[in-house]
């Protein structure tokens, strides 16, 4: 009784990544990478998060997409879109760091910079900038109430009348201190703009042990994933470990349910009927991804379909 | 900063703005651009193309943009690494009613309350006097002392959908104990359990209501056993008639010396058992003179034995007559009715197995014993300590009956949960209070959260049942949300308990 409930005919197809072009569009990615700029990372609370608009943009044009955490600065009240930082996935960590692409600054750092008298200096510049500023903003500000009077009197008054008035607000005019626009920095500004130091470090991201066989696992999946031109992000909601795009997130719906299993694990049957009846309710293809030995991986398709 | 602009004039840095674009940027829109619908699959088309590039531009604009506010619209504040709080400097905005803490005279802010704030525009943050950028919040803020990432990312998620979030602290939960001692919400609860019971019972016999006290009074028990460390015997009694035939048993046991209480004129004997010392009246000895009757003819008692009067107390004898006087001496009369039913007590009383029962519980148990006999409730299989689960001439509900009759009771989320082992892996991190309270909350009388947060990740481990008792009796009546956290995506789970329902209806 149960059984006639269960899908007549599950489809597996096998398929080899062993076609060598994709092979070839890895090796140049690879390539490319090498001499794209490195990223600047900043560790929180030991997740690599990325700040810098510019690193963002690196990061997404060599197809790593990341997940945005924090509040969006133009509507920060809602969860719809979110806004830098922006959180790397362990995977597309690790891939960064094997080319070699990742920088990292501590906070720690950054307090011995701010010491003494360099600190007392900082202060200083940073109090004239402000001073700066607002004699910039109020001559804008000046210049903004007078384009508006004019807006507003050239039909009305005659020119001595507006003559008059603008002079007096030349004479009076004062932007008040709480109406000078101030900027809330996003990204903390300092060595990841220095290209030497950059290169120093290059080589200093500290690869973080994740022993475990199944992140291992996960990586190879990603890397070949990748390689082959796909998006991925984070399969939670679905219950797998990537979703796989076949271009960007923001323009295409994920194909893929990926869940990473290597070779010699065995499946339990119950399990892959859940995460493909899962996936056929989604409308995706659950794919079982395994690093074979020779650093290929093998997929697996899993299909819903019905005995004609 | 500036300097290294200055030294370093190839890199673009464009995340820092000019004033000019400061000023600009006070009109700028708030509008979240609309995203179209996506496409399923890549086709190089120029189209499709040109879409993509549009998105991502609009994208990268949404992201690019920095947060620039009126100075005025600014609160003030400095953060203080040593004790990872953030203090206020200017008076703190509307936020204050739902956020931060006074002390010693001072407002402050807890970092992932500064950390939204500052993400919110609404604060900035100075440390050495220099504005921190929210980089550096992130950085300094969260750590595993204060709150970690994926903590703030849960705490962020929830405030900005509106709900005021407070960290939990268990140390200002009360105390099981307390809980057990002044318990106005589980309290209430159990009561209007007990009284709807109560209503729902037809026409109780007086049996009935007893079976039905007791069974509600061990509802509450369960309910409560979590409270429950102060009684180590578990209140899972028999039903009440198991126990009521387990007295009846012990006292039958001691039956052999087969005494009546029916008294012999034998004052001898009496003396004798008085001088024994038993601290038990032994009412089979002890004489009470019928003065009122009319065969009564000697005019006085006679004194009693001097063994049993202290030292040198001498009583003589009693006359009756004045005694005599003092009491009603006319004869009872009684209508037939009454006299066919005294005559009855007669009966029983020439009864030979009654005048064998030495107390009224003997005697009830052989009513019991002769009425069960009459309805079908063979003596044979209420006399041993192992008894029928039901009384068949017991009128019962349907539904009162198969619980009754169930092996296994169900069990709740709370049962057992107070003697397990607190754990360090999992630990209540919010309470989070309902938006629509935010007009009228008050930081110092929070009332009753809405929900208990616990964050976790899909990385880590599914909570076993320990974990989520022990949360469960942590939390109270409140019930326990868990916050897994997958990179950017945050899905909330919860574990109810849940009873099933029985389709019988009384």
Known sequence: QIWTRLPPKTKFSLKHSSDSSCENTRVTQEEDWSSSPVVGVGLCDSAPLLWRVQDLRTVRSRGLVGALLGSLARTPRQN??????LLLLPEEERLLSECHALTCRSPGELTSRSAGAELTQQVEQYEEEQQRSYEEQSVLALEDRKSALLRAMTSSHTDEALRGRLEAFDQDFTLPRSALAVQLSTARAGLTYCSEARAFLQANWPIRARNDRHSDVKYQVFRDLRGRGFYLTSAGKFGGDFLVYPGDPLRFHAHFIAICQSLDQPVCLLDVLTVARLGSNVKKTVLLCSPGTDGEVVYT???WSGMV | MADQKKTDPDVKFCEILSPSELFAARSRSHKIPVRGQKDFFPSDSDEQRQRLEQSLNEHWSLISEERVERLGNLVKATWIPSEEIVELQSPAGKFWQTMGFSARG?????????????????LQVFYKDLPLPIQDGYERFLTSNTIGLQQYQVFGHLKRLGYVVHRFDPSSEPSPYSRQLNLPQSRDRAGRQLKRKRSTSPSPSSSYIK??????????????????????????????????VQTATTSSADEDGGRTWWMTDDLGESSQSLTSGSSCWDFSSIHFPDLGSSECHSSCLACPDPS??????????CDLAPWRQRINLRKVKMSPKEHKRDEDNWNIN???????CRNWAEYQQLMARRQGRRK????????????????????????????????IKSSNLLEGASRL???????ICFNVYQPDTVADFKKSNPGKPYSRMCVCSFEGPVPDLRVIKLLAFQSGDIPVVFAVVDHGDISFYTFKDFQLPTDVYP
């Open chain 1, 80 to 85: 719809g879109r979110l806004g830098r930082p």
């Open chain 1, 301 to 303: 398709s899993l299909q």
């Open chain 2, 106 to 122: 001072k407002q402050y802010l807890l970092p992932e309350e500064a950390l939204y704030l500052m993400e919110c525009g609404n």
């Open chain 2, 211 to 244: 079976a039905k006290e007791s069974t509600t009074d061990r509802m509450e028990e369960e309910s409560h056993e979590g409270e429950d460390r102060k009684h180590p015997e578990p209140h899972l009694t028999a039903s009440p008639e198991a126990s009521e």
């Open chain 2, 308 to 317: 049993l009067l202290p030292g040198a107390l001498g009583v003589g004898v």
């Open chain 2, 350 to 356: 020439k009864d030979k197995e009654v005048r064998q």
């Open chain 2, 376 to 407: 079908g409730r063979p003596a044979h299989l209420w006399n041993r300590e192992v008894t029928p689960l039901h009384d068949p001439t017991q009128p019962v509900p349907t539904g009162e009956l198969l619980d009754k009759i169930s092996v």
């Open chain 2, 421 to 427: 082992e607190g754990s360090d892996d999992w630990r």
